[in-house]
């Protein structure tokens, strides 16, 4: 088969070349109020973010989630037992992406809990510009988890429009975030 990175002919789905490429580098983000750390630039895993849509994807983004996640998590001092909370993790067809990065993270005082923030409506982001998703909000549902911090996971921020929503609906059941952590975030 092909790398899906740099199209060379590779037996893993991503070349060894290209692996080395992906060392992450971590930024920090404003979105509003809320900080934002992502490790990857969105065009260098943009076609990597795509393979959530396939049965292999979970093979590649345990590949980045332990790549990014997995260091930044064990470095990462909490003062207190913090709740990572993968957004909308229900599965596609095939896998949940956000619970796959979640997992990378557990460790220490940070602890993924699933299941607990889920969309209640079926609108797609992909694609979509920031009017509308402003006009079809993805009117979370958020279960009760025990920690009072919080910790939001998901795989790209475009607009951040989902994150701030997301943290909105933890604010109503009285759990503060403390950031937001993605992959990638798209300019
Ligand atoms: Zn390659």
Known sequence: ??????????????????????APTPKLHK???LDLISFYDYDTIETLLWAKYHAFGSFILQRLAKKAFRPFFSDLKLEREAALIPIDDRPNAFFSHTAILAKYG??????????????????KYAGKTLAFRKKHPRRFICKNFPPEDAILIDDLCTT?????????TLEKRGKKTLFAVTLAKAR
């Open 1 to 22: 088969m092909r790398c899906l990175l740099c199209a060379r002919w590779s037996i893993p789905l991503v070349c060894g070349e290209c692996d080395r490429l992906l």
């Open 31 to 33: 979105i509003k109020h």
């Open 106 to 123: 557990a460790g220490g005082f940070a602890r993924p809990y699933f299941g607990c923030l889920r969309a209640n409506s079926n609108v």
């Open 160 to 168: 951040g429009t989902t994150l701030l929503e997301a943290e909105e």
